[in-house]
């Protein structure tokens, strides 16, 4: 029987309409964009989606050394709820993480504003204030903790034998008190050089104009910083504090060195906690809660921040 | 980059070459190494099989190296390649359980007392082997065969005990004419304050309770010590149950050397393993408890404290003198595919002659674990190695006085009796609340580790 030619046409056109819609959307190289994206999608989904997904699973498990995963579902997440010494690990957490971003904040506005002062040797002092930042982690924290030493550290022996501030050495990493000071003291030590550089860096392309202009109007220096130097490194301060919140509260080798989160849990945070649950109790599926607990809270935060700069950067 | 393929590259942006060129030279040269690796590969086969053997870096450097050469005397002998690889207290646990869970553990480990418990799923059954070795020697000493021997199996071959001691400045103690403790309290009270002087930075003792191996195993022999214990003679959790009165006398003992007698440094709480030997080498302490390492660190550096130190029997309390003892074994794993060769490299070390220049070379921590060892005329050489083998002889082991179980390996992996005496000295708890908090997890690690 014989098919009329406009039928054939339209049933042609219809059999490829999607594939010209798709086309007409991605461009006519669509399947040659496919190939060169593949490598590049296979390595994110092998390298970070697997393992994630992997590691929410495994989360969801009793996970022994050398057993095979019991699918538990939230059980390790309930049991870690109730848990008061992982309740204090995420205090300790937010303690320390936020104690010491504050820290390091103030020390780097104010390493930034004095090597923008016509100060001598600008760079000399420059490179000196880096050497924390550059220094290992390990080497820092191994100096710290002799230094803190009760009987043989030199901190001790300065404020007892030298000044003779005190009657008596103080036990920096033993006492309630001083042990999650200590723990910050360095991490502050170490991470603020981080904050002035950066922040340096944005002061320096602040156009002196706006400081010039806002002497003229009688801005005494508060208010030029106030009103010429912080909206002018806005946009570096909000990325620095993220960055260096993420980077803190995931800070391992500081306190593992110094603590390994005592005395009686004083200084536990949740990265020495997942350790200890995965290498000292070998419970590997309880480890991976620990280390996911607070992703959500973490993640919902760096979500908020990035909208608010790019609110400001579009104004 | 390969040079070759780098000139073809070149030659190509230089036009002097077509890309198709480029692709087939490319593909002759990419073939061509991996025909000659192969090759490669198949004459290093023809040299012998390949192991891989892990072992313990201690403090005691001597014995490390001397246990390498004769690793390497018998890769020799054998004409078998030997992959040594060394873990030591801050890595072992780490690199069991990545190559456990990866697949690929060592042909033979040397592992610490817990690893049988630990990564018994991943080990081998080695009790012929294990009965072999163990008759010649006289058996083994009770709390060996409590670590290696589970359910009847053995899943390691004991090697040594790493002895403890209590370490004394005799000088000083003579100097007082105070003789050496028996019991913590009174005894090593009392002998701390008479001797003390904190205007001078000089201490009674130097024990930290503190997140360690050493606050560890204080916390754990001050409880048999005082009739108390963490578990029962069933397993059970009797932290706040069985025990809680011993167990409340030896905490509150145990936090009152620091602030009711305040015979600790400054400081004590937060000591690791290490605090305490230099310490004490700085001749800050009047005492401390220790592994052998230290005395071995004092003698091979003849340190001028050496001869004025003394080593002796760890001191008890009311209920007797307790404590647990190691057991260093050799795990070969399932995985391997050369239990003969791992067996028989265990048999060469093992070897009482190669053992016995081991052991000298170790000055005192190389502790038996076999009953012929025990009665080797080397323990009496030196009275200092006195104490450490009456250490040996009475040792128990985690679980004390019930089995060895998982569950109690993990209480001491989790540092939980240590968190239960820095909650009193930092966190201001009660004995009785830190007591009762920590058997709380006691019971939660008793539950999972009995379901599993």
């Given amino acids: 029987m014989a098919v009329p030619a406009a039928e054939l046409r339209s049933k042609a056109v219809a059999r490829s309409g999607g594939a010209v819609g798709l086309r007409r959307v991605l461009g006519p190289d669509h399947r040659m964009g496919y190939l060169f994206v593949a490598p590049i999608a296979i390595c994110v989904l092998s390298l970070v989606a697997y393992p994630f997904c992997y590691a929410i699973y495994l989360s969801m498990t009793h996970k022994l050394v050398g057993m095979p995963p019991i699918f538990v579902g939230f059980e390790n997440y309930i049991r870690l709820t109730w848990d008061g010494f992982f309740q204090r690990a995420v205090v300790n957490s937010f303690v320390f993480t936020f104690g010491s971003v504050a820290l390091k904040l103030v020390f780097g506005v104010v390493m930034a504003l004095v090597l923008t002062s016509n100060i001598r040797w600008r760079s000399f002092w420059t490179g000196v204030l880096l050497v924390p930042w550059v220094a290992p982690t390990v080497v820092s924290a191994l100096n710290f903790l002799w230094m803190f030493d009760g009987s043989l550290g030199v901190l001790n022996y300065l404020l007892v034998r030298v000044f003779r501030i005190l009657p008596q050495g103080v036990g920096w990493l033993s006492e309630p008190g001083t042990a999650m000071a200590s723990v910050i003291a360095v991490n502050v030590w170490r991470g603020f050089p981080f904050f002035g550089i950066s922040f340096l860096a944005g002061m320096k392309a602040i156009p002196a104009e706006l400081y010039e202009a806002a002497a003229v109007d009688g801005a005494n220096v508060v208010q030029r910083f106030r009103h010429v130097t912080l909206p002018g490194i806005k946009n570096i301060l909000i990325i620095v504090v993220l960055l260096s919140t993420i980077w803190t509260f995931n800070d391992f080798q500081i306190i593992y060195i110094l603590t390994k989160g005592g005395p009686g849990g004083t200084t536990m945070v949740m990265p020495v906690f997942t350790y200890e649950t995965a290498f000292g109790a070998q419970r590997l599926g309880e480890a991976i809660a620990v280390a996911l607990y607070l992703l959500p809270v973490l993640a919902v935060t760096i979500m908020v921040l990035a909208r608010y700069m790019r609110k400001g950067r579009r104004r | ?452």
């Fill in chain 2, 1 to 452: 980059m390969d040079r070759r393929v780098r000139s073809l590259a070149e030659q190509v942006e230089a036009n002097q070459i077509s890309r198709r060129e480029f692709v087939r030279r490319t593909a002759a040269i990419t073939g061509g190494t991996a025909v000659g690796l192969s090759v490669l590969g198949k004459m290093a086969e023809a040299q012998g099989p390949k192991m891989r053997v892990w072992l313990f870096k201690s403090f005691v450097t001597d014995s490390n190296e001397i246990l390498a050469k004769q690793v390497e005397a018998w890769a020799k002998e054998r004409k078998v390649q030997v992959e040594m690889d060394w873990a030591t207290f801050g890595d072992r646990e780490q690199k069991f359980v990545a190559a456990i869970e990866a697949g690929s553990p060592p042909d033979l480990a040397e592992m610490n007392a817990f690893g049988p418990t630990r990564y018994k799923p991943a080990l081998r059954d080695v009790s012929a082997l294990a009965k072999d070795i163990a008759t010649a020697r006289g058996g083994l000493l009770p709390h060996a065969e409590r670590y290696v021997v589970l359910a009847g199996q053995h899943f390691g071959v004991a090697r040594q005990t790493w002895p403890g001691g209590f370490f004394i400045r005799k000088d000083l103690l003579d100097a007082k004419g105070i003789k050496p403790p028996k019991v913590y309290d009174p005894d090593v009270v009392e002998m701390a304050k008479k001797i003390q002087d904190p205007s001078k930075d000089l201490w009674g003792l130097g024990q930290t309770l503190n997140r360690s191996d050493d606050g560890n195993g204080y916390m754990q022999n001050i409880l048999w010590n005082y009739g108390g214990g963490t578990w029962d003679k069933d397993g059970k959790p009797a932290l706040a149950t069985t025990y809680l009165k011993q167990n409340i006398e030896a905490l509150q003992f145990s936090v009152d050397t620091i602030q009711k007698h305040k015979i600790q440094p400054p400081g004590v709480m937060s000591w690791t393993d290490v605090h305490n030997n230099e310490a004490f080498m700085a001749g800050k302490l009047v005492s401390t408890n220790n592994g052998a390492s230290l005395y071995y660190a004092m003698v091979a550096k003849k340190h001028p404290l050496a001869e004025k130190t003394q080593v002796i029997a760890t001191p008890g309390g009311p209920a007797g003198s307790f404590l647990a003892a190691g057991c260093y074994n050799w795990g070969i794993f399932k995985a391997s595919k050369h239990t003969e060769l791992s067996e028989d490299l265990v048999r060469w070390v093992e070897d009482e002659k190669r053992f016995e220049e081991y052991m000298k070379a170790s000055i005192g921590q190389a502790g038996p674990v076999y009953k012929k060892r025990a009665e080797n005329p080397y323990w009496k050489s030196d009275p200092n190695f006195d104490g450490m083998l009456q250490n040996v002889l009475r040792g128990v082991w985690p679980g004390y006085p019930g089995p060895i179980t998982a569950a109690a390996v993990e209480v001491q992996a989790q540092y939980i009796l240590c968190d239960m005496a820095g909650r009193v000295v930092a966190g201001g708890l009660s004995a009785e609340a830190a007591l009762k908090e920590a058997h709380k997890r006691v019971e939660e690690i008793h539950r999972i580790r009995s379901r599993a």
